[in-house]
């Protein structure tokens, strides 16, 4: 298996930008977590899904955020628009049967916004 | 709330010492509490995971030690390589996993 898979691994925009980053989960996986990692903050959970539903949205910054997963193989983390503070480096991560089962986190796409 | 507190923030270890990282939680619904091992651009790994059944879990030279009464956990890491200089970070369940905030461990030849 591939693994989880991001894309894309680098983006650099500009401030007011419209920002779309790509995750495959591992085939099978009912779980679809997406995260944010900064040196600050550490990492944060922003949004996960169930069989392609979104289940806890809380972590969502602000309206700017939003995530789709129109099928059970591809989700989006869409940031509209872009802002210098939301640099930071996004993961994505899959499993099956829900978190007391351990994640696959995906490489990451490193967002820089200036 | 931070609900799982990891400690130190940062470690010194030399080559063949062991290196040990403390967690604490509070919820004690959480029934998993995994390691992961996470290298410069790269996303966290999976290192080793413990139910609450259990006092000690064992794999190679990476041991987790489980006090329920104390909710608290920690890694072993004996015999450290410089290969096992990474940020490593504990978590635990809810419904969703709840992570520390990692500890970047250096391990000097």
Redesign the interface.
Known sequence: DAGVIQSPRHEVTEMGQEVTLRCKPISGHDYLFWYRQTMMRGLELLIYFNNNVPIDDSGMPEDRFSAKMPNASFSTLKIQPSEPRDSAVYFCASTLGGPRYGYTFGSGTRLTVV | QQQVKQSPQSLIVQKGGISIINCAYENTAF??F?W?QQFP??????LI?IRPDVSEKKEGRFTISFNKSAKQFSLHIMDSQPGDSATY?CAA?????Y????TSLTVIP
């Open positions: 029934d998993y995994p992961y651009g790269k996303g966290p790994a999976l995971a970070f369940n809810g419904n969703q996993f992570f520390g905030t990692g």
